[in-house]
């Protein structure tokens, strides 16, 4: 049963957690908008898909925010703790940072299913469709825009340009357009204005055309026909729709029992040891939620009389730097340099040591485990302010420094 203490620690954890885990999910998701905005745009697809294609990228980001978000929520939790004498008062009473842990590992706990269900399953699905996307937009089978200005090919032997689009390229202004069918007669239609109908047939769309002139020229040479026409309706077939792949190729886009099924059934080493490098890695994303609380507390307490945020800053730094050693272990395991297994669990037991000694100097009177940076960092404040200082009492230093320039 939780005490009044432990429900007080969740909703001092709740709210940082929430808001870091937001905030970079958002910081993700913007450097990828922007990239997805230019990639739509110069595919002439509708602008809508970006959300699609940002909404399922959102489980990837949310793999890499979750660890950020439950590290800083127990971190800035204890440090306001500890900052307000509470934590002192606690640990005056008889309460253990053990004790104290409590509250931080069921948000572990809770956390680390959360990721798992992302790693192990919505992540790979959603990357599929995320790549399905990019698939349809290439071949033009989500409706993607004519681009202005340029030529463009609509289904087998049908050219057509247009000098102005309105309405997401729906209605459109200045058409040249050129047909040749299978037995070689051609059309070229110069039209005022455009739009595209649908029919009853899948694999043909309607072209209707308004105030334009046709000409018509045969096959076997004749003479080219010339006619005028207040509205004429063209038909255009819609060229054949490769279907896009199965989901699976690549270890992306399989789910972790897909991964361990190929990890033991596989005749291809290179097959296998992809498979292992990917299975580890999401495996240490779930199991380094049960670091995190060891790590928070010894960085969330400042050393006494002092209010650095020092511990914030290598806290973040430490969780970081480990995501990219098991990131590059993943690269280095897939191409064969490393063993996967060893390429992955020998960076999350350092982390883990440090992380137990961290949590092991606080334990001791007066211990401090970041306190020989604390005072590293001190003496170049001091340093930096006495200069600062120094410089601002000097009547002449701006003449010396417009002089030196």
């Known amino acids: ?38 990639f739509v745009i110069n595919e002439g697809g509708p602008v809508r898909v970006v959300w699609r294609m940002l909404g399922n990228l959102l489980p990837e980001y949310l793999s890499l925010g979750i660890p950020i978000g439950v590290l800083m929520g127990i971190l800035m939790a204890f440090r306001r703790l500890a900052l307000q004498s509470e934590l002192d008062a606690l640990r005056a009473v008889g309460i253990s940072y ?18 798992f269900g992302i790693v192990g399953w919505l992540q790979p699905v959603s990357r599929y469709a995320y790549e399905n996307l990019r698939y349809e937009l290439r071949s033009g089978a989500l409706g993607a825009s004519i681009k202005v ?52 047939n899948p694999d043909e769309i309607l072209l209707r055309l308004s105030d334009g002139t046709l000409v018509h020229a045969p096959a076997s040479g004749g003479t080219p026909r010339v006619l005028s026409f207040v509205q004429h309706d063209l038909p ?19 789910t972790l029992p897909e991964l361990l099924r190929t990890m033991q059934t596989s005749n291809d080493a290179k097959e296998q040891r992809e498979a292992a490098a990917s299975f580890h890695r999401r495996i240490i994303q779930c199991v380094v939620m049960f670091v995190l609380p060891f ?19 290598v806290a973040l730094i430490a969780l970081v730097t480990f995501h990219k050693f098991t990131e590059y272990g993943e690269r280095m395991g897939q191409i064969g340099r490393m063993d996967p297994l060893l390429a992955q669990w020998v960076p999350y037991a350092v982390f883990l040591g440090l992380s137990l000694w961290a949590y092991h100097v606080l334990n001791q009177p007066g211990g401090q485990p970041i306190g020989g940076l604390e005072r590293i960092f001190a003496r170049l404040r001091g340093l930096f302010a006495g200069l600062a200082t120094r410089l601002i009492r000097r009547p002449d230093w701006r003449d010396d420094a417009l002089s030196a320039g």
């Open 236 to 254: 255009v077939k819609l060229p054949e729709m490769v279907s896009f792949r199965k989901r699976g190729e690549g270890n992306l886009e399989a």
């Open 98 to 115: 053990l004790r104290l842990l409590r509250v931080p590992f069921l948000f572990a706990i809770l956390f680390a299913g959360v990721n």
């Open 295 to 313: 790590l928070a507390l010894a960085l969330a307490v400042p050393a006494k009389r002092s209010t650095s945020a020092l511990g914030v800053f």
């Open 149 to 200: 200005g340029e030529f463009a090919s609509l289904g087998r032997g049908t050219t057509l340009r247009v000098e102005e689009s309105r309405r997401e390229g729906r209605e459109l202004y200045g058409l040249f357009v050129r047909a040749v069918d299978e037995s070689g007669q051609s059309i070229a239609v110069t039209a005022a204005r455009g739009t595209f109908l649908a029919t009853d």
């Open 1 to 38: 049963m939780l005490n009044a203490f432990d429900r007080y620690l969740a909703r001092l954890i709740i709210i940082p957690l929430v808001s870091s885990l937001v905030i970079a999910a958002m910081l993700l998701v913007l450097d990828r908008m922007l990239r997805l905005f230019d």
